[in-house]
């Protein structure tokens, strides 16, 4: 039983095209994040959705739009791909919010190349 | 701004040695620490948390230390394996109650038999 997984597992594409990743967990949780992770291995939020509520949207450039249609999915969509985007996107959930004490699950990631 | 600082060198060991992996951060006071594995092509896996009040915390052979005054985590592998062979990754919390983890750059351990 896959915890949380991610759709697509790789993502190829040309400049300019639009493209969505999907996310479900079957933990549970209340809390869903997304991640990028760039060629450094920096692991960088981007988002974060607790019961369907956006509650952290760091500077992402507005190209960028979750969408969390329930408490277990939580989607990305892309618009406008540049190259700058190709980067491995990491979906993970947390029971809850709890300042940081609460441990997150992770994805497999999906490896989106811009060309 | 928060920082958060690992070894970005990757450390090589021989197997059966103890590994120590260093978590430095700068303009913050977190009240908790995790650390995290991750192996190539896969997703991060929560390992160990830490509480400021706590000075270590101890998980089969990983030992976690938390020293508020010097910034710093130390992460151990006791008695190494090659099977311990990944990159290893701090978190801090965020500030408020978003469950914001920054995490650091992660070091790269290998382990050699």
């Known amino acids: 039983d896959t915890a949380v997984s991610q759709t697509p597992k790789y993502l190829v594409t040309q400049m300019g095209n639009d493209k969505s990743i999907k996310c479900e967990q079957n933990?549970?949780?209340?809390?869903m994040y997304w991640y990028k992770q760039d060629s450094k291995k920096f692991l960088k939020i981007m988002f974060s959705y607790n019961n369907k509520e956006l509650i952290i949207n760091e500077t992402v450039p507005n190209r960028f739009s979750p969408k969390s249609p329930d408490k277990a999915h939580l989607n990305l969509h892309i618009n406008s791909l540049e190259l700058g985007d190709s980067a491995v996107y990491f979906c993970?959930?947390?029971?809850?919010?709890?300042?940081?004490?609460?441990?997150?699950?992770f994805g497999p990631g999906t490896r989106l190349l811009v060309l | 701004s928060q920082k958060i600082e690992q070894n970005s060198e990757a450390l090589n060991i021989q197997e059966g040695k103890t590994a120590t992996l260093t978590c430095n951060y700068t303009n913050y006071s977190p009240a908790y620490l995790q650390w995290y594995r991750q192996d190539p092509g896969r997703g991060p896996v929560f390992l160990l948390l830490?509480?400021?009040?706590?000075k270590e915390k101890r998980k089969e052979r990983l030992k976690v230390t938390f020293d508020t005054t010097l910034k710093q985590s130390l992460f151990h592998i006791t008695a190494s394996q090659p099977a311990d062979s990944a990159t290893y990754l701090c978190?801090?919390?965020?500030?408020?109650?978003?469950?914001?983890?920054?995490f650091g750059q992660g070091t790269t351990l290998q382990v050699k038999p």
């Open positions: 830490i509480r400021e009040n706590e």
């Open positions: 933990l549970g949780h209340d809390t």
């Open positions: 978190a801090l919390h965020g500030s408020g109650n978003t469950g914001k983890l920054i």
């Open positions: 993970a959930s947390s029971r809850g919010l709890a300042g940081g004490q609460e441990t997150q699950y």
